[in-house]
Each structure stands twice: as C-alpha cells, then as structure tokens.
C-alpha cells in the first residue's frame, strides 16, 4: 500500500545517500568529515540539504504550529507589532487560516492538507492515540531541566520520540542508522532521567511496535549529535521577507527591541539534516548554515570564506548560522572563551575542540604563561612555589561567594588572601590584586597587585573561566607602569579573544591612534556584548567619521541615544549636536 511504498522509498534514500554534485566524503583527524570538489568564492551556496524529519523544538511550540512542518500557525491580531507594519504589510504575515485544518482524532492542527497526508504517511498514524502523552512530556521534562540548568536535552527528547515513531510506523529500526553518533560527557548522568521522563509513552508505543525502547536510546543520541533548529516564528519570517525591500530594511533598522515587540508562542523547530550531518566542526569556520523560511525547511550551507578545491568543509556547531564574521577569530557570543567552548562541545557533543583556532588560542595562552612564570619567578615579592597544592572544595567555593558579598569588597581582603595563598583560588587571588590596583578600595599597592594578578593569570595554566579578567587587569596595571609593553599587548589581546569585554573596548581604544580599520572591529564586538561604554565611542566616532569616509549621523543619533536610554552618561550636548544636525 501506499504507506509501505513510502517507508520503501523512505529507507533507501537514508541507507544509499546521494550526495549534491560538488562534495565528497574524506576521512581525517577529526573523523568522517566533507570536502568540496571545487574552489569556492565567500557567499557561495556550497550545497542545499532537505531534512528527513522534523518536529517542532518545544512541546509548548507545537501547540501553535503546524503538526508536520512546523509553520506557525499564529494570527496576526495575537501579536505585537510597530503600527506601519500592521497597516502596510498584514498581506506579509505567514500564516493563512483558510487552508488550515485538524485531525478529527487527536485534534492536531496542520496548515494544509498536504502537511496531514505527508504526517500520516511519516508517523502520524502512531502519534494519533499517543498525543495526550506527548503533551504530558512537557511538565516532565521541565521539572528534569529546572533541576540541572547545564545540561538541556528538551528539543532532542521530542525529535528522538519522532524518530521512534516513525521507526515503529514503518517497523524498522535502522532508519537513521547513518547518522554518526559519539556520546557526550553529560549524556550517561542524564539519560535515566529523561528515560523516565518518556517511559509510559514509549510502553505505548511498544504496543505497536516492540523495539521500540531499544531504539529510542539510539535516536535520542542522534538527535543530540546531529540535529539542528531553525525559526518558524511568524515575526522572523516577516521580518524576513520585509528586508528584501530597501525601504522596509532602513525602516526596521531603526526600530527599537521595545518596538518590535514580543510574540506570544514564539516557534521553532528542529531537523535531521542527513548531509550536512557530515560536516565537521570549527570555531572559525568556512561555512554558515543558512535555513530557507519554506514549508520543507530546506537548508542552505554557505560559504563565508574562500574555501580551495578539497578543502573540509566546516561549521560553528555552537553557532551555525554566524554568517560571516569581520574577524572570523573574533568569539563575541555567549561561549567565548575557549574553557567555555571546549566544555560546551564536549558536554553536548562528546570530544574536545582541537580545531585551528582553539589550537593556535592554546599556544598562544601557553606563551603567555611561560613569559608570566618566568616574570614571576624573578619577582622578590613572590614565591613560585607558594600555594601550588590546590583544594577542589565546596566549601572554599562557598567561603569565596560569601566573601564577595561584602560591601565593601575591601572587607573580604584577608580572606581572599589566605585564599589565594592556602588553595591557590584563582578568583580569591584575581580579587585580592584588583584591590590593591584599583584606587577605589583605598589600599592601592601597585606592587603587590602585579604579584596577586600575574599568580591568578597563570593558575591552570590560565584555562580558569576568570583568567581573560586577570589578564585585562594586568595588561592595564603594566601599561600604567611601563607604558603598552609587547606583553601588555599580548594580554590584552588574548584577554579580547577569549571574550572579555573590557579587553576588547581597551583594544578598541588602542588601535583607534593607528588603525581604525580593526578598531572598528573591537568596538562592534565589544558592542554586541552589551557594553554601553563601547557604544558610547562607536558613536562619537559614527558622529565625527573617524574611521569612516564621513561622518554618519543616523547612526551616532541610534547608538547615542540607545546607550543614553541604558543609563550612560552621554553629554546632552552630543545629542543634541547629531540631533540638530541629522
């Protein structure tokens, strides 16, 4: 019958994978990887994938999108939206409600027929009676989440119940066999929990399909691995079809977050991508993920590097969509640091980053350390050797939290110290120099805060999640003694890659007396960290054109007055001066 005819052709197209023209599978140091045939240019289209299945991301995101293909299915007259997109653009909004329609059994909503048939034929036709259990889901998988805040499996949970069901419909438990899997650090302490979590679903899905437990655990894995999310949200799509028009993309670059609103049952989903799968990761990659905002979530991978004939292709696994970076070493996002980006991949995705841009950050930490041992060792003030037998304990973790609850910090000096001095805390050792450096806590000993700031830039070999601020604050203490020395300069900079916003303005500010060019690339990175300072100074530069080929007062006017509105204390004189002028 038709079903079976489907679940034929279903397999097949898994188990003998055709790749696009114009890649091939090389194998390397880093597994299973793809390469491309040809030399590619920056913004090409390298290759175009289509999911196998899908699902939407959150049990709450399925109640407001279409059963099958995720399209939301929110009116317009429930959102909040700047009035002249009301007015001119309604024929723009994603959604039509006369094509609409429901399963009379479990009263899923799809946005057209079509999406209902195509789910029958894919899993629906086991989903149906299973619905209210999957709903239930939800409460479940939030109380595991609340628990552990670090470890959040939520949208492969649901994908992986998907991939089972499908499994049990068609009855055959190798569908997604190809799919490459390696288990993550945080998977095994996790996994009995979420396990739990879908045990009466998966006994009902047992009914109709026994092995349906012993799949589950395999899917769950791939779906951890290998899948990606994309936007359904009717705000993003309109959004996205207003910006190709030039006058609808000024108009929506200068609206405000407060004025582009909220939406209410905001949707996304996630997908199983069989060729992209193959692509390997890299923390500066030469490729972006680019999902098309169509029914079957077709997915585009672009180039945003020039990419030479057989060179691996690569994407940011934490960031597939980063588009194509000024600075492609430039981490500005929520994992910027190495420490931060190895954890995060290793907990989610099973190995350790060894990637060109991890590995040269290494070296360059490495170096940094050495010169600072060194520079310690020689310094009368300080024994090397003191506190190197350190304690991994609660309770110091605890006595230092406590500590930095004083106000003033200086309170807590004596602890940070005994600290730093019995088991070796890099925070503890970090604070204790920032007290002596900075004038505000009235016990300013430039010596002693260079000793306590080198010893906290090099306690684990500077891999510590604080290091980046240790570094910052050293780099600025040894310009104020010897002026911008090569180490000053190397601190700062390493401090800037690895995230540290206060570094990246201080570089910003640095390369803004010789090379405007990359002081424009600081400051928008230390920008996009929030920092209201570096706003600030992008837009005095904006309003003067320094850096630009003349000055730009739409822009000095947005960022003047957005760090205004955040509390900065911009002259009333320069707002009224781009006002005045504009």
Known sequence: DLQFLYFIGFFVRIRRMKLPTGVHIVSGDFGRGLAIDNPK????CVLVDKPIISCAATIADADSCCGYCQRSLIAMRSVTLPLFIQQEHSDLWPYDSTTETTCNKCHTRFCSDTCFQKSRSHYHQVECSLVPHIRKLRHSIEAIENKNTTVTYSKSILLSVYMTLSCAQGGEEGVYENFSTQEPQSFAANFDAYQAAVGDLLQKVSEVWPNAGNVFKKNML????????FASSPKHLLFEKMSEIDENRTKLSLLTPTERGEIEGLCS????????????????PNCSVNPIATPDHTLHLNSITTIDADS????????PNCGVAKNPKIIFKEHKSLLQRRDKIKRTWGFLCECEMCSEQVTEINSIIKKLSDKQSSNSHCDPAEGESEVSSDDVELIFEKAMEADPLSDSLSIFEDLSTKYNHQGATHMAGCIYY???YNLVDVAKAEVLLTKASIIKNGICLNSPSSWCTLSELLTAKDSFSDLASELLHAASQQGNPNAQLQLALHYSRFSMETAWQWVEVAVEQGVMQALYTAGTWARTGKGLSSPNLKLAKSMLETAASHGYPVP???LASVRNQQ
């Open 41 to 44: 240019e920056v913004g090409s």
């Open 222 to 229: 791939i779906a951890i691995t290998n899948s990606m999310t």
């Open 269 to 284: 989903g996630v997908a199983l991508y069989p060729v992209t799968s193959l692509v390997n990761h890299s923390c500066a």
């Open 312 to 319: 691996q292709l690569s994407i940011n696994y934490l960031y």
């Open 438 to 440: 900075f004038p505000e």
């Open 572 to 574: 009333e004189s320069e």
